[in-house]
T-cell receptor, first 109, second 115 residues
Framework: GQNIDQPTEMTATEGAIVQINCTYQ??????LFWYQQHAGEAPTFLSY????GLEEKGRFSSFLSRSKGYSYLLLKELQMKDSASYLC??????????FGGGTRLMVKP | DVKVTQSSRYLVKRTGEKVFLECVQD?????MFWYRQDPGLGLRLIYF???????EKGDIPEGYSVSREKKERFSLILESASTNQTSMYLC??????????????FGQGTRLTVV
C-alpha cells in the first residue's frame, strides 16, 4: 500500500523559517514533489527531489532521504502570501502521483 | 504557458443526474489524471489515462467512469450523481513515463455540489 503523512496544520510568524515534514511508505519510488495550493486555486509546482540531499530554490528548499522515507520543505523569510496548503506527493514508477493530506500553513504578522 | 482547462468552475447537480466533467490540455502530454479533493483527505486519484482510449482505475473509481477519445481531452463521468460525490475535482497532466520526470500541471478545479 501507499501511505504519506504530513502535519495537518502549522502556524509561523512573518520573517521566520518553517519546516514542513513528510514521511512516506510507497512502492516504486520515482521522486517526490512538493506543491503549493492557495485556497480555491489549483496546486502549483514547488520542487522535485529524486536523489538524497537538499535542493534549494530561492526562499524554498526541499530535502529527501530515501532510506528513511522522509522529506521536508523549508520556507525561509516567511511572507504573508506563503499562507497556503503544501502538498507532498510521491511519484511512482508509472509517473503516477500519490498525495499526502496536505499541510495548511498560516503565516501571522 | 501550460493550459489545463476544466469545463466548469462551479457546478450544481441533482442526485441521480449524469454529470460530465471535461478536461482539455494544450501540452500534448500523454498522462492525464482525475483527482477529487476533500478536507482532511487530500487529493485522491479516481482514474488516469496513459494514452488515447486507455484508462486505469485509481484509488477510488467507484461511481465514476472516464473517456479519452482524443489525446487532449479526458472526461470524468458520474453515472448517477450522489451527495457523497460533492467535492472539488481536479484534472492533472504529466509527461510520458519514459521521459525525464516532469511535474504535473493542474486545472483550476471544478467544485461540484450534488443536491
Amino acid at each position: 500500500g501507499q501511505n504519506i503523512d504530513q502535519p495537518t496544520e502549522m502556524t509561523a510568524t512573518e520573517g521566520a523559517i518553517v519546516q514542513i515534514n513528510c514521511t512516506y511508505q510507497t512502492s516504486g519510488f520515482n521522486g517526490l514533489f512538493w506543491y503549493q495550493q492557495h485556497a480555491g486555486e489549483a496546486p502549483t509546482f514547488l520542487s522535485y527531489n529524486v536523489l538524497d540531499g537538499l535542493e534549494e530554490k530561492g526562499r524554498f528548499s526541499s530535502f529527501l532521504s530515501r532510506s528513511k522515507g522522509y522529506s521536508y520543505l523549508l520556507l525561509k523569510e516567511l511572507q504573508m502570501k506563503d499562507s497556503a496548503s503544501y502538498l507532498c506527493a510521491v511519484n511512482n514508477a508509472g509517473n503516477m502521483l500519490t498525495f499526502g493530506g496536505g499541510t495548511r500553513l498560516m503565516v501571522k504578522p | 504557458d501550460v493550459k489545463v482547462t476544466q469545463s466548469s468552475r462551479y457546478l450544481v447537480k441533482r442526485t441521480g443526474e449524469k454529470v460530465f466533467l471535461e478536461c482539455v490540455q494544450d501540452m500534448d502530454h500523454e498522462n492525464m489524471f482525475w483527482y477529487r479533493q476533500d478536507p482532511g483527505l487530500g487529493l485522491r486519484l479516481i482514474y488516469f489515462s496513459y494514452d488515447v482510449k486507455m484508462k486505469e482505475k485509481g484509488d477510488i473509481p467507484e461511481g465514476y467512469s472516464v473517456s479519452r477519445e482524443k489525446k487532449e481531452r479526458f472526461s470524468l463521468i458520474l453515472e448517477s450523481a450522489s451527495t457523497n460525490q460533492t467535492s472539488m475535482y481536479l484534472c492533472a497532466i504529466q509527461g510520458r513515463v519514459s521521459s525525464p520526470v516532469t511535474e504535473a500541471f493542474f486545472g483550476q478545479g471544478t467544485r461540484l455540489t450534488v443536491v
